[in-house]
């Protein structure tokens, strides 16, 4: 039998491993949003482009994070959807309200300080969206989805089979 501290890291602090993981997926995809946000907006007003950033990072986001911090789960079809609407509406709102606020307190702010404000404020939402994804669209019955695999195989081979 093999002792509890021999198993890899990753299949004893699943939670940590997939955190740290989605903590990289969400940083990269904030800066994302935020290129997109500032390339869109030398042509539309913030918050048309802001939408848009937010709907092509939620895509893109999701996806990265449905390979690298839940390793391929294949997750829940309607589930996903419902998460990918979810989110979308919930940073379309949220996003959009921090950037009408902005401009209430701050006479004229360029695209650089609201891309940054939008990108401060999502900070808080992707702690929920990481719980929900975890425990809702990717786990089975309600129960987490286990550690990405790790270079010795890690404990994905089990929640992939699921």
Same mark, same amino acid.
């Given at each position: 039998m093999v002792s509890p501290s021999a198993a890899p890291f990753s299949a004893r602090h699943a939670f940590v491993v997939q955190l740290a993981r989605y903590a990289v997926v969400g940083g990269? =995809?904030? &800066?994302?949003n935020a290129l997109i946000y500032l390339i869109l907006r030398v042509w539309i007003d913030p918050v048309? &482009?802001?939408?848009? @950033? !937010? !709907?092509? /990072? *939620?895509? @893109? /986001?999701?996806?990265?994070? +449905?390979?690298? *911090?839940?390793? =391929? @789960? &294949?997750g829940h079809r309607w589930r996903n959807y419902v998460q990918n609407a979810g989110t979308m509406v919930f940073y379309a709102f949220y996003s959009s309200t921090v950037l009408l606020i902005l401009a209430a307190l701050v006479d004229d702010p360029g695209p650089t300080l609201e891309a940054t404000c939008v990108a401060a404020a999502s900070a808080l939402g992707g702690l929920c969206r990481f719980l929900v994804? +975890?425990?809702?669209?990717? =786990? &089975? +019955?309600g129960e987490p989805v286990e550690a990405a695999p790790d270079e010795a195989g890690g404990a994905m081979a089990d929640a992939r089979s699921r």
């Open positions: 990269l =995809g904030t &800066a994302v048309p &482009a802001n939408l848009v @950033a !937010v !709907v092509l /990072s *939620t895509i @893109a /986001s999701t996806e990265a994070n +449905r390979q690298f *911090t839940f390793g =391929g @789960a &294949a994804m +975890r425990y809702w669209v990717f =786990g &089975a +019955r």
